[in-house]
Every structure is written in structure tokens, then in C-alpha cells.
């Protein structure tokens, strides 16, 4: 019997063997397969870059920054982003954020406690990051920024309002530096000293928001041994990044600066197709691009240039350079801005475009002249008043004039013996001298109340 029963268990054991071996008793007889591999899922990663470079946490595992730095984290996959100020104030500009970037510019409302800004950025799968930041003290205008200067240079500007200090850096690389001296009530002018400056001083600046306009001594063209002279400029570092938001339809004032003189050009151009086309109307009358006649519309093709948020205009048929450009956005106005050596004459060029805005407004403004004047403006739908002061006051009392029917309709004339042409933004207005009269190339800029 005992026998018996270890011969039943040895055969059950080599059973159990053999199903285990099969697969479980397959009527096939064949082996089981593998487990397939799992598919490993890609690390979410984040960078982070301030003021343009890499940046890493410090021992906190926070980013420390300071008010207005450019901040940019970039993701390696689409992400989506949340921000919290974590109770400390702290508020954000967005630069230019989307699913693969997140961009932006930190503002402090404390004067002596650094604030808190914590990011989480999230991918598919329910995969988090999150990045935490401190953000210093100081004005959240200081920093750097880009100068379209109208005497047709583009410069580079570092400002620190804290400090009350300033330096400005021409292409060639010579620096001037100087200090500012405050206003005497908020938002109002900052006056400009410099060891340039003679005479009456004229220069003085204001902010709005990542943008500065002013007037500023800058060389005079031409002039052998160099001289300065106040004249308008606007600077800022608020770039429109992405090409298709280059769009739109913008009415243009141009001054250029001749050996023989100075000379201007008012025209309306488009650009369109996604940021890659322009379209300018070069007719004698100030047409719409819609109303320009077929000889008289100039195409031009876009591409990005290697300086980031400048875009380079190319003859669409040879691809040669035709200058380079910047739009950048002042309170919500994408603007034009222009300046340097022409490549068709060598004359120093300033472009300013703003958008197409029908019916003239009211207004007031102050603003700066390449006469060296420091101006007040005064606006009505009919008129247009300008008190220049330099050693003396002198005024401009114009009629605006109307629009006919294939004129840019944010293009007005104002006349009084001689011819200006006058546009505006929400916060930039201009006034520029007619082509080929005795004030071709006179240009005034001025910050809208």
C-alpha cells in the first residue's frame, strides 16, 4: 500500500512538471511566449534660462531673479503651466508663452522683502515639474533695452532707476554714460545728464511698461569730428518673438539722413501670411496698400534674424538683405521700428510704424523732436498744437486736413504754412515733416497722456 502511494505521487509530481513546462496543457504543445517590454516613458525635463542664459537653483533649490530679467523654462514636450505667487505680490509679464516655453518678466511690489513665485508645468500621463523662483528687490524697469534712435542708429541701453544711472552702447561699441534725475511727480519725465549734453538740456526719458521713449545726445550724422545732438529715440524690450504675430497693417513715418540733408517718407505697408510677407505702398500719394496701384506696391519677404526678435527683409527674387526690423508691443500696439544704414544709399534711417487707427482724437502729449525741442502736444479732431521749448517757444498751430477715400485713414495732413503728417498709437503719437518739402526730415515723438 505504501508502495503504492509514493508510485501515485511520483507520477502527479512529473505531471505537474510537464503541464507547468507546456503552458498549462496546451492542445498545441508549444511554449508560452515572453512578456512583451514596456514601453519607457521619457523623462519629463525642464531649463531654465534667465537674462538669456542657463540658469541653475541655488542651495534652496530656487532661482533667484530680478524684477523685469527675462525668464524662459523651456519644456521637452508639450506642457501645460500654472503660476502661484505664493502670497508674496509677485506679478508676472508674459512674454511669449506657449506649450513648449514658458516666458515671462517678474515684477516685486516689495521695496525690501524678496518675493516667492513657484511654476508647475504638466505633460501627458499626469507627469508634473515645478520650478521655484525668488524674485529680489528693485524696479522692475531696470535692465536692458534696445534703442531706435532718430538719428538712424540702433544702440543698446542699460538703465537701472534705482541707482538713477545709465550707459548707452553705439554698434561700433563706444559707451557713454550718464545719471538721471527723478521727476517730481510719478510718471512724468526723468531728466538725462551727460557730459554730452551743451547748452539747454533737452534730454529726458519716460517709461512705459518694457519701453522707454526720449530724447537722448546721440551723434550727429555725418559730422567729422563727432557731435551730439538731443534727438528722439525709442527703446524696448518687449519683441514680438513669434513671426505670425508679426501681422498686421501699419502706417509708417521714415526720416532718413542725407550727406546733402535730411528727407522723409509716409507710406502704409501690410505684413501678412503668417509674419513672412510685407507689402508697402510706395505711390506719391499716401494710398492704402488695398488701394495702391499695382506699380507702386513693394513685396518683400520676412525671416527671422539671429538676434532674437528681429526680423530681416529679403528681396524676394535675389534673397539680398534689405535691413532689419523689430515689433514690439506697447500697451497692447504691436509697433514698427526701424534704424540703421540703408542698403540702397548708405543714408542713416529711423522707421516708425504704428497701427492703422481710423479718426483722429484728442489728446495731449509730451514728446521730442530732431529740432533738440522738448514738447507738448495738444490734439483735437481738427487741430493739432505744438509748443516747442528750446532757448525759446516756439509753435506749431496746424489744421488737420481730411482723409480721401484711397488714403491710409490713420495718416491726417497738418498744415499751417508748410505740411506735417501726423499718427498715433494708444501712447505713441508722431509728426513728421512731408517728403520733399523744407521739413523733410523733421521728426516728433511723443508719449500720450
Not at 244 to 250: A, N, P, T
Not at 293 to 304: F, L, Q
Request: with cysteine; glycine share 12%.
Amino acid at each position: 500500500m505504501e508502495m503504492y502511494r509514493s508510485v501515485e505521487s511520483a507520477f502527479a509530481a512529473v505531471l505537474v512538471s510537464v503541464l507547468l513546462g507546456c503552458g498549462g496543457g496546451g492542445s498545441d504543445g508549444g511554449t508560452e511566449s515572453p512578456p512583451l517590454p514596456l514601453t519607457p516613458v521619457a523623462e519629463f525635463k525642464l531649463t531654465v534660462e534667465i537674462a538669456g542664459t542657463a540658469a541653475t537653483p541655488d542651495v534652496t533649490g530656487k532661482y533667484t531673479v530680478l524684477p523685469g530679467q527675462s525668464v524662459v523654462v523651456k519644456s521637452n514636450e508639450a506642457a501645460s503651466w500654472v503660476g502661484s505667487d505664493m502670497g508674496s505680490g509677485v506679478t508676472r509679464t508674459d512674454v511669449d508663452t506657449g506649450v513648449s516655453q514658458w516666458f515671462s518678466r517678474f515684477e516685486n511690489p516689495s521695496a525690501v522683502l524678496s518675493g516667492a513665485y513657484k511654476l508647475t508645468a504638466s505633460a501627458s500621463g499626469g507627469r508634473t515639474k515645478t520650478v521655484d523662483f525668488s524674485v529680489q528687490t528693485g524696479d522692475y524697469r531696470n535692465g536692458d533695452y534696445v534703442v531706435f534712435a532718430a538719428n538712424g542708429s540702433r544702440q543698446t541701453l542699460s538703465i537701472d532707476f534705482d541707482a538713477a544711472t545709465y550707459s548707452v552702447r553705439d554698434a561700433a561699441g563706444v559707451t557713454t554714460t550718464g545719471t538721471l534725475t527723478a521727476p517730481v511727480a510719478p510718471g512724468k519725465d526723468w531728466t538725462v545728464q551727460n557730459s554730452r549734453i551743451v547748452g539747454v538740456n533737452t534730454s529726458s526719458l519716460r517709461s512705459v511698461k518694457d519701453s522707454i521713449v526720449g530724447g537722448f545726445p546721440f551723434a550727429v550724422p555725418y559730422s567729422a569730428p563727432t557731435t551730439y545732438a538731443a534727438y528722439p529715440f525709442v527703446a524696448s524690450r518687449a519683441f514680438v518673438l513669434t513671426q505670425s504675430k508679426l501681422d498686421g497693417v501699419y502706417d509708417r513715418a521714415n526720416i532718413q539722413h542725407l550727406v546733402a540733408g535730411g528727407q522723409s517718407a509716409i507710406s502704409q505697408f501690410e505684413i501678412s501670411a503668417g509674419g513672412t510677407v510685407m507689402r508697402q505702398c510706395v505711390a506719391a500719394a499716401i494710398n492704402r496698400v488695398s488701394t495702391c496701384p499695382v506699380g507702386s506696391v513693394i513685396t518683400s519677404n520676412i525671416e527671422a534674424d539671429t538676434q532674437a526678435g528681429m526680423w530681416q527683409l529679403k528681396n524676394p527674387t535675389t534673397g539680398a538683405s534689405l535691413g532689419r526690423f523689430g515689433v514690439v508691443d506697447i500697451e497692447g500696439d504691436k509697433i514698427y521700428l526701424a534704424a540703421g544704414t540703408s542698403a540702397v544709399d548708405g543714408s542713416q534711417v529711423l522707421t516708425i510704424g504704428v497701427p492703422t487707427t481710423p479718426g483722429a482724437t484728442a489728446f495731449t502729449s509730451t514728446g521730442w523732436s530732431t529740432s533738440g525741442t522738448l514738447d507738448v502736444s495738444n490734439a483735437t479732431s481738427t487741430k493739432y498744437e505744438m509748443s516747442m521749448t528750446v532757448a525759446g517757444v516756439s509753435v506749431l498751430d496746424l489744421t488737420l486736413g481730411g482723409v480721401g477715400p484711397l488714403d491710409s485713414v490713420g495718416i491726417y495732413p497738418a498744415i499751417q504754412a508748410n505740411v506735417y503728417f501726423t499718427m498715433r498709437s494708444k501712447r505713441l503719437e508722431l509728426l513728421i515733416g512731408a517728403r520733399s518739402s523744407p521739413q523733410a526730415g523733421f521728426l516728433h515723438v511723443g508719449i500720450v497722456d
